[in-house]
T-cell receptor, first 116, second 112 residues
């Protein structure tokens, strides 16, 4: 597609339930990033995928968080046993490849997750 | 630990005047800096960047200044227009890093 697509755009879930967030990157973009923004905070790096290389998971806040990406296509971010502190806007971005930092990123519109 | 800081959560400026948004960072290994603009319900979009080998980069109405000794950068918008009203994020990265570090954002309102 023309841009990075994320779904759902909004998600309200009960504490303790699992949620799955989806990101469709721009076709041909080998790099994919997940960030989140909690209220009043900056964008926080979660995970980075580059082609078929092992992902950089250094930003995942706990083992309740995991993400997958098949090749250079769709990625899913899964949060298990959600907590209220997980409430945030989850943003996905893609880029042409390594070294395409910053100006090479295209962000999706995000998924607003609310845990009640 | 917030490595990139934007200490002003909001800024209001009259249309036609200059808007100055500030950003400070703590990591001396950062060598590439960017500004992103974000409208409600949209993802951030890239605005302008600067490498640490420069102290100024200009693109139309937007200029970014970098003061490495002070670990400070600023974004100047002149003249400001109502369409510039958005949240502006400062971001930084170091050589070989896989990700950007973002500030908390400054909400700019340009008053017509």
């Amino acid at each position: 597609g023309a841009g990075v697509s994320q779904s759902p755009s909004n998600k309200v879930t009960e504490k303790g339930k699992d949620v799955e967030l989806r990101c469709d990157p721009i076709s041909g973009h080998t790099a994919l990033y997940w960030y989140r923004q909690r209220l009043g905070q900056g964008l926080e790096f979660l995970i980075y995928f580059q082609g078929n290389s092992a992902p950089d998971k250094s930003g995942l806040p706990s083992d309740r968080f995991s993400a997958e990406r098949t090749g250079e296509s769709v990625s899913t971010l899964t949060i298990q046993r959600t907590q209220q502190e997980d409430s945030a806007v989850y943003l996905c971005a893609s880029s042409l490849g390594p070294g395409q930092l910053g100006d090479g990123y295209t962000f999706g519109s995000g998924t607003r997750l609310t845990v009640v | 630990d917030q490595q990139v800081k934007q200490n002003s959560p909001s800024l209001s400026v009259q249309e036609g005047r200059i808007s100055i948004l500030n950003c400070d960072y703590t990591n001396s290994m950062f060598d590439y800096f960017l500004w992103y603009k974000k409208y409600p319900a949209e993802g951030p979009t890239f605005l302008i960047s600067i490498s640490s080998i420069k102290d100024k980069n200009e693109d139309g109405r937007f200029t970014v200044f970098l003061n490495k000794s002070a670990k400070h950068l600023s974004l100047h918008i002149v003249p400001s227009q109502p369409g510039d009203s958005a949240v502006y994020f400062c971001a930084a990265s170091g050589t070989g890093a896989n990700n950007l570090f973002f500030g908390t954002g400054t909400r700019l309102t340009v008053i017509p």
